[in-house]
């Protein structure tokens, strides 16, 4: 019974923190930001299929959370 217990929990953190997740892009979508129009998002239509390939996004995204848990990091390890 304890172990049902703990995946109950976590699966509540999960759905929490993608909950947050959504309502950061939801946000950030709001604010008028180019991402995913970034030069170096690569955008291909061929007729009614378009395909979109958001390079620089992934790019600065992976730059901008590497830079916040890093400073989580350091701050929970003191």
Sequence with gaps: ?????AVARW?????????GVGGVIWLVGRTGL???RLPGD???DAGS?????????SILISLVLT???NLI??????
Excluded: W, Y
Excluded at 49 to 57: D, Q, Y
Excluded at 73 to 78: E, H, K, Q
């Design 67 to 69: 830079l916040a848990l």
């Design 34 to 36: 180019p991402i995913g």
């Design 73 to 78: 990091a350091r701050f929970l390890s003191r």
């Design 11 to 19: 699966l509540v953190v999960f759905g929490l923190v993608l909950a």
């Design 1 to 5: 019974m304890n172990d049902l217990a």
């Design 49 to 57: 299929v378009t395909c979109l390939i958001p390079l620089a996004t």
């Design 42 to 44: 690569f955008r291909i």
